[in-house]
C-alpha cells in the first residue's frame, strides 16, 4: 500500500482549501431556492434572471471596461520603469524612483486610496478637472497600482536577457526605439502578457482603491457585490461569480494551450535542425562526390 508523505497532503489540504469554496458557490448558482443555505433543487433560473437585472450587469460591464484599460495602460507604464530600472544603471535619484515604483506593493491599499481622493479633490480646486469622480479617476487609481506589479514582473525578465543581442543590433545601424520594439519586445513578451493578465485581475479584483474614488453612477463589480452581502448573499450573485469563474478558466486554458503549442513547435524545430546538422542531406553528398569526382 502506497503510504503519502507530509507533502503530498499539505498539497492536497492546500488544494481542497482553495478550491472547494468555490465548487461550491457553482454548485449552489445552479440552488432553485432563494435561500442561499437551503438547497431546493436544480434550477438555471438565476443565471437567466441576470439578463433582467440590469444594475449588476452595468456594473460587471463598466468592471470589465476598466479592467481592460488598466491592463494596457499598466503595462506600459511598467514596462517603461523597468527599462529605465535596468538598462539605465546610473543617474540622479535611481534609488528614490525605484523606491517610488515598488512602493504601492507595500503602501495598503486603504493609503493609497485615501492619498488619491485627497489629489483628486485637490486637482478640481485647482485646475477644475477632474469635474466628478468617476471611470476615469477609477483607471488612473488602477493604473498607478497594477504598474508596479508589471515592473517587477517585466525587470525580473529584462534582468535575464542577454544584452548583446541588443547591442548586435544597434551595431549594425538599428536605432534604439526600432531595437526596442523589434528585439526587445518580443523577447520579453511572456512577461507583458503576464502582466496584463496580472493587472486585469487586480483591477476587476478591486474594492478599497474604487470605493475611495468612484462616484455615483460608477459603481464596479466588487462594489455592488459587497454592498448586496451585507444584506445577504443573493443567488444572482452566485451566478456572476460563477460566470466569472468559467471565463477565467477558459483564459487560462486558452493562455496554455498556446503556450504549449508554441514549446512543442520549438522543440521540433530544434530536433530538426540537429537532425540536419548530424545528418547532411542527399544533395550535399552527391555535390560532394561530383567534386572528388571532378578532381
Known sequence: MKRF???????WAGLVFIYLPMVI???YSFNAS????????WSVKWYVGLLD???????VMRSLEIACYTAIAAVALGTLAAFVLTRIT???GRTLFGGLVTAPLVMPEVITGLSLLLLFVLMAQL??????RGMTTIWIAHTTFCSAYVAVVVSSRLRELDMSIEEAAMDLGARPWKVFFLITVPMIAPSLAAGAMMSFALSLDDLVLASFVSGPGSTTLPMEIFSAVRLGVKPEINAVA????????FATFLAWFFAHRAEEKRKK??????????????????DSRRGASGN
Open 127 to 132: 485646475i477644475g478637472w477632474p469635474m466628478q
Open 53 to 59: 437585472n440590469t444594475q449588476l450587469m452595468n456594473s
Open 242 to 249: 460563477s460566470l466569472i469563474l468559467l471565463a477565467v478558466s
Open 90 to 92: 546610473r543617474f540622479k
Open 269 to 286: 524545430a530544434m530536433q530538426q535542425a540537429m537532425d540536419e546538422t548530424a545528418n547532411p542531406s542527399w544533395q550535399q553528398v552527391i
Open 25 to 27: 458557490l457553482v454548485i
Open 34 to 41: 432563494r435561500l442561499v443555505t437551503v438547497w431546493g433543487g
Open 5 to 11: 508523505s507530509f507533502s503530498s497532503i499539505m498539497l
